[in-house]
T-cell receptor, first 115, second 114 residues
């Protein structure tokens, strides 16, 4: 079945460092891809999404490009801030039968940014 | 403001008791979901519902039950059959059957068995 694999954490960076969180997926056809962020003690919020190959999603300085040839959707940010400390989840939308639209999540990557 | 509300935020349960977690949305979404989150496990789907009066088991439905009597509400009952219920529970909703739409999440309920 469909699945998402993202890099293990935790990731610790200094403020203004460059961030990459790797995400690869396995899916039948062409799913939509998402990055969600979870701040401590809260639910998940959509960070960005891409719905077809070569699309680039972007928000709050974060970017990710839907790469069909490498089945990847890596999250990047050029200069992280302390306020970016959170857990980041890569996800895809499930195209199988009656569960269309269900999201399949990676295990999450915890990011800590130090001042 | 439109959104999705979970209550309570913290819940304590004695072993052998059933407890019900509330989830309400005013986004007019047809689809609703329950996920369980454990450290290092990511999110795992418990149950989902694409339409009122219908719901489907997810990957880890054993020990849980749901109902969908109203479009706005999708309560989750954690039964005494659930062997390890201590976890963070997240409810979400989305437009049904659309692959490029985002899911909106509640703030979560942290359940602890004491």
């Amino acid at each position: 079945g469909d699945s998402v694999t993202q890099m293990e954490g935790p990731v610790t960076l200094s403020e203004e460092a460059f961030l990459t969180i790797n995400c690869t997926y396995t899916a039948t056809g062409y799913p939509s891809l998402f990055w969600y962020v979870q701040y401590p003690g809260e639910g998940l919020q959509l960070l960005l999404k891409a719905t077809k190959a070569d699309d680039k999603g972007s928000n709050k300085g974060f970017e990710a490009t839907y790469r069909k040839e490498t089945t990847s959707f890596h999250l990047e940010k050029g200069s992280v801030q302390v306020s970016d400390s959170a857990v980041y989840f890569c996800a895809l939308s499930d195209r199988n039968g009656g569960s269309q639209g269900n999201l399949i999540f990676g295990k999450g990557t915890k990011l800590s940014v130090k001042p | 403001d439109g959104g999705i509300t979970q209550s309570p935020k913290y819940l304590f349960r004695k072993e052998g008791q059933n407890v019900t977690l509330s989830c309400e949305q005013n986004l007019n979404h047809d689809a609703m979901y329950w996920y369980r989150q454990d450290p290092g496990q990511g999110l795992r789907l418990i149950y989902y519902s694409q339409i009122v009066n219908d719901f489907q088991k997810g990957d880890i439905a054993e020990g849980y039950s749901v109902s969908r009597e109203k479009k706005e509400s999708f309560p989750l009952t954690v039964t005494s059959a659930q062997k390890n219920p201590t976890a963070f529970y997240l409810c979400a909703s989305s437009i049904a059957g659309q692959l490029n739409t985002e899911a909106f999440f509640g703030q979560g309920t942290r359940l602890t068995v004491v």
